[in-house]
């Protein structure tokens, strides 16, 4: 079975400051894609970043960027110079190129950005 | 724009009532999907189509039915038969394989 488990169910940072959250899975195949996608108070699921499995480098957006560990299966999110509209849940997910096009999404962490 | 249409953004379903909630995309993508959001929940999904006609069960498909007669359109029926329905419904479509998934609105659904 495949499981995405986020470990954080609540976190807060000051702005300005760095945080991570969270994410590992658990999967038997060797090639997925990994995603975290943040959804806002305005209920919006928006694509923050995307790793490729078989990269070994790390993908990072901006302020945003990954620590991938595919032997730990392990893709934590970084936030780096927090700011007031990072405030949202982070849910992390990955999918498969074998199964039909499904999506496996773990519980989400809440993030507040302290000002 | 290119996007993904949900509508209505709120919906009231009386008891033993059938609701359907609208998801039109105008992406081009193959593959659509709806989930089903509760609080303190992750997203769970319902049901998924990979190509016109055709569609599979998610995890939580009981209670709920669906079609996809053309490419943009993958409409989802709340049926009687879903005794718990007030949720938040979010569709999603994405074009490829390894590519993320590209999401509505969203419609929130609740009893009267």
Request: charged residues 20%; hydrophobic residues 30%.
């Amino acid at each position: 079975a495949q499981t995405v488990t986020q470990s954080q169910p609540e976190m807060s940072v000051q702005e300005a400051e760095t945080v991570t959250l969270s994410c590992t899975y658990d999967t038997s195949e060797n090639n997925y894609y990994l995603f975290w996608y943040k959804q806002p108070p305005s209920r919006q699921m928006i694509l923050v970043i995307r790793q490729e499995a078989y990269k070994q480098q790390n993908a990072t957006e901006n302020r945003f960027s990954v620590n991938f560990q595919k032997a730990a299966k392990s893709f934590s999110l970084k936030i780096s110079d927090s700011q007031l509209g990072d405030t949202a849940m982070y849910f992390c997910a990955f999918t498969l190129p074998n199964t039909g096009n499904q999506f496996y999404f773990g519980t989400g962490t809440s993030l507040t950005v302290i000002p | 724009d290119g996007g993904i249409t949900q509508s209505p953004k709120y919906l009231f379903r009386k008891e033993g009532q059938n609701v359907t909630l609208s998801c039109e995309q105008n992406l081009n993508h193959d593959a659509m999907y709806w989930y089903r959001q509760d609080p303190g929940q992750g997203l769970r999904l319902i049901y998924y189509s990979q190509i016109v006609n055709d569609f599979q069960k998610g995890d939580i498909a009981e209670g709920y039915s669906v079609s996809r007669e053309k490419k943009e359109s993958f409409p989802l029926t709340v049926t009687s038969a879903q005794k718990n329905p007030t949720a938040f419904y979010l569709c999603a479509s994405r074009w490829g394989i390894g590519q993320p998934q590209h999401f509505g609105d969203g419609t929130r659904l609740s009893i009267l």
